[in-house]
């Protein structure tokens, strides 16, 4: 066997999860870590606390998956914080022994252990310095997992508190390493503009693309945006212009970023397809509701462009979560406004078309999907103060079959009902990931 | 004496990694090109390496400390045989069948080993530490059988040095791999111990300075982060 062999065969043994005898997750975590190929046999939520619901305070919960347990479907643990912080994104780090989740408020991260017994995640470590660490980051978002380190991508900045932010860096030990600004029009840092595009310093989402060592950032706004109330915000005519409209390019390696592309509309959410010769990625605007698709072109140069619009722009459905096939044929794509997630076939990813479309409830945010294709979890919290008021607030996990043509209800759980708060991300768990 | 199942295993591990290093052994180059050059281009990392020096290898954290076993079963501390060398740590264990886990790791090893009889002056600065985490199995005559063709290398004065080690048992052990993050799991199947293949560069001062996982472990890129750190010292 050669290197190439090694090569192709690791490659592959990385998709399905070797060495670690566990099988993969759903699909849009961070290449580096063991994947849930099987069956997942807990959903953990992000949950934020609510003012005179329950505790009060943001927890993680955790909802019992497994097939043929007496539980299944309920929720069966749930650990609370001591406080509300804006509970909303998580990662597991590379190892999947620890759930690491952010306050985009108090800039709190909450690492969870979730291997010494998956049914019952403990609250591991709180770092209370994110913000003084990195030199006045603030809102810790996405947590991608890098081998032995966390890479995290903030929101806004202790300045202005507008969207200028940086990707910070952390040890699995939950230790600071470095934190990587994003650049601006003032400041480049080597990196060059594409077409009209103006760095405008803002983060939310990172992806990486190994084997290009390509790393994608992209752009949505400040904390002066993100705790405001969401109808306020929408008459505020300047606030309405503090939103990012770039995803930049990184080196992986080197962390410096290479180009800025002019994404207009706050691109969120970015997913690399898992194929050994796709080289793109997936994004979506919150406010314009397109698809972009930032690939590499015959030349060997990453470009972006937009692919699809995703419902009525005019209508402002505001995409949100996304989440793509293990196959990379299919992407599906929640809108919050009007409650619908949508399924594109992104077979060509130059063309997707809308294929199904479904309203889940009154409002919905995230999106889950199991390695097969055939589980599909949804939540609905997007922001305490984003989400809707009074009966149409609806907040759930709500678990569905996918049988290649229709979405089919398995369960629901009601988060008002149980008094538990506001449903946000959701990552799968399983013991058997763990000797 | 070693156990037949060592000697199959040791066998197994030295006919898999030797074959791979002869089929993919470094080219000589003979321009001051970055180290990074002396190894053909993968297809499996389809980028070029970044210039080294021009970025910046941040502290991750500090190697631990702890006993080891040399292949003469003397005892070895970890922070002696790093001080003031950089080194590419790698956790192995010499039954490991997944060909993506300990065999690749050491057929990149091999390369690099066998790459820097091209790079005068390296031996000086750059070591390279392979440590088991089976010590039950992985004994001193099961490392020392490991390390033969290491040994008896007839360029191996010219070459990197090259420590394999092991440890007395796992109360040893285990300290040193939860102060690198190196993850083993052991499961009720004896001759399968799963793990996450993990490198780790440490430096002169003995901080963890890069930490290298499946899709990472690019020679190429090893080397030219060893170039990085030595520029840094202003040794290249």
Known sequence: ?435 | MLSKRTMLAVCLLLVVAGATWLAMRPQPVTDPAPWSAIFPASPDFQFDPPAPGSYALHRIKPAPDGRVLDINGEARTLSDLTRDRISLVSFVYLNCSDVNGCPLAMSTLFDIHDASLQVPGLRDKVQLITLSFDPERDTVEAIRSFAYPVIKDPSAEKKLEWHVLTTANQAALQPILDGYGQVVDRSDDQEKISHLLRMYLVDQNGQIRNIYGLGLIDPRLLMTDVETLLMEGGQS
Request: contains cysteine; hydrophobic residues 40%.
């Open chain 1, 1 to 435: 066997m050669n290197r190439r062999e090694f090569g192709a065969f690791s490659a592959a043994a990385l998709a399905m999860g070797l060495p670690f005898r566990a099988f993969a997750d759903e699909t849009c975590q961070s290449p580096y870590m063991p994947k849930i190929t099987g069956h997942e046999e807990y959903v953990y939520v992000w949950t934020l606390g609510v003012e005179g619901m329950g505790d009060e305070q943001d927890k993680l919960v955790t909802i019992d998956v497994r097939a043929g347990s007496d539980t299944r479907g309920q929720v069966i643990n749930s650990i609370s914080v001591g406080g509300r912080n804006e509970a909303h994104h998580g990662g597991f780090s590379a190892d999947r022994r620890y759930f690491w989740a952010g306050g985009l408020d108090t800039n709190r991260i909450f690492i969870f252990d979730v291997h010494t017994d998956p049914s019952n995640p403990t609250l591991h470590k709180t770092i209370e310095t994110f913000v003084k660490d990195s030199g006045g980051v603030v809102g810790p978002h996405t947590f991608f997992a890098l081998p032995g380190r966390m890479m995290i991508t903030g929101l806004s900045n202790d300045d202005d508190h507008g969207g200028r932010t940086a990707l910070v860096e952390y040890n699995d030990d939950g230790d600071y390493v470095a934190t990587y600004w994003m650049p601006t029009a003032d400041d480049m840092q080597g990196a060059v503009a594409v077409g009209d595009a103006v760095a405008d310093g803002y983060g939310y989402d990172v992806r990486a693309l190994i084997r290009k060592n390509v790393m994608l950032t992209s752009s949505f706004t400040g904390w002066s945006n993100y705790m405001m109330d969401f109808g306020q915000m929408l008459q505020d005519g300047e606030a309405m212009k503090r939103f990012g409209n770039t995803i930049v390019q990184w080196d992986l390696h080197t962390r410096q970023p290479k180009k800025v592309f002019n994404v207009p509309g706050a691109p969120l959410e970015i997913r690399f397809p898992w194929g050994p010769n796709a080289n793109y990625a997936f994004s979506t605007t919150a406010l314009t509701s397109q698809l972009w698709l930032i690939y590499e072109d015959d030349a060997g140069e990453w470009q972006a462009k937009a692919v699809a619009d995703i419902g009525n722009p005019a209508d402002i459905p505001l995409p949100v979560d996304i989440s793509i096939a293990a196959d990379d044929q299919t992407l599906w794509i929640n809108s919050f406004m009007d409650g619908k997630t949508r399924l594109f076939d992104i077979s060509d990813p130059h063309n997707p078309s809308q294929i199904y479309e479904k309203v889940i409830d009154r409002q919905v945010n995230m999106v889950s999907q199991s390695w097969d294709g055939e589980r599909v979890y949804f939540t609905s919290s997007l922001l305490a103060n984003w989400d809707k008021k009074g009966e149409d607030n609806a907040q759930y996990l709500k678990a569905y079959t996918w049988n290649g043509s229709e979405l089919v209800e398995d369960f629901a759980v009601d988060f008002n009902e149980l008094q538990l708060g506001r449903a946000h991300i959701m990552r799968f768990g399983s013991a058997a990931l763990y000797s």
